[in-house]
């Protein structure tokens, strides 16, 4: 079974500054996707941004960008010029690419601070 | 907005109460994903309809079951309740049923049982 991990509960970071959140995850499969959900203090899940297994190439959007390294299965945020908006709990989630159902498996989470 | 809705807001019941939760997915959208967050559990799936058909269960208690009408909105019905139950219970659409199609939230229903 896929497993997602983030081992930092919480991160803070002061305002125009960067951050990096963690994520390594476990799977046997090799086609899958990986995706940054934040959760603001309005419980809204929204898309950060999503990274695709067969892609070489890091995910970016705007601010935010990936890490993403397959042989080490990571895959971790980075936040530049973080804003106070930014403010959330985000969320790492692995949805496999085979079989019929995208369930999306999530990890524990991580709350970031932004510091003014 | 994300174009699913999910009513009702708040819950409030007692232990040993029924309730349903309601998501009408988004229009166009066959696919219906119910998670539960928790402080316990975390974001956890819990079951999948595709065009009115279960797809895929997760850690779905047997006290709790849900189906996905012809008019695609789908109902999570949880039973028994417990204390443990209180959660925050969102619905997720897509237009298909797999990987490659994103799952949009809606804003989910808390419920808390006393």
């Known amino acids: 079974a896929q497993t997602v991990t983030q081992s930092q509960p919480e991160m803070s970071v002061q305002e125009a500054e960067t951050v990096t959140l963690s994520c390594t995850y476990d799977?046997?499969?090799?086609?899958?996707?990986l995706f940054w959900y934040k959760q603001p203090p309005s419980r809204q899940m929204i898309l950060v941004i999503r990274?695709?297994?067969?892609?070489?190439q890091n995910a970016t959007e705007n601010r935010f960008s990936v890490n993403f390294q397959k042989a080490a299965k990571s895959f971790s945020l980075k936040i530049s010029d973080s804003q106070l908006g930014d403010a959330a709990m985000y969320f790492c989630?692995?949805?496999?690419?085979?079989?019929?159902?995208?369930?999306?498996?999530f990890g524990q989470g991580t709350t970031l601070q932004v510091k003014p | 907005d994300s174009g699913v809705t999910q009513t009702p807001k708040h819950l409030i019941t007692a232990t040993g109460q029924r309730v349903t939760l309601r998501c009408s997915p988004r229009?166009?959208?066959?696919?219906v994903y119910w998670y539960q967050q928790s402080l316990d559990q975390g974001l956890q799936f819990l079951i999948q309809y595709y065009n009115g058909e279960e797809r895929a269960k997760g850690n779905i208690l047997e006290r709790f079951s849900a189906q996905q009408f012809p008019d695609l909105h789908s109902e999570l019905n949880l039973s028994s309740l417990e204390l443990g139950d209180s959660a925050l219970y969102f619905c997720a659409s897509t237009q298909g049923g797999k990987a490659y199609n994103e799952q949009f939230f809606g804003p989910g229903t808390r419920l808390t049982v006393l």
């Open positions: 990274q695709e297994a067969y892609k070489q």
């Open positions: 229009s166009g959208d066959l696919s």
């Open positions: 799977t046997s499969e090799s086609d899958y996707y």
């Open positions: 989630a692995y949805r496999s690419g085979s079989g019929n159902t995208g369930k999306l498996i």
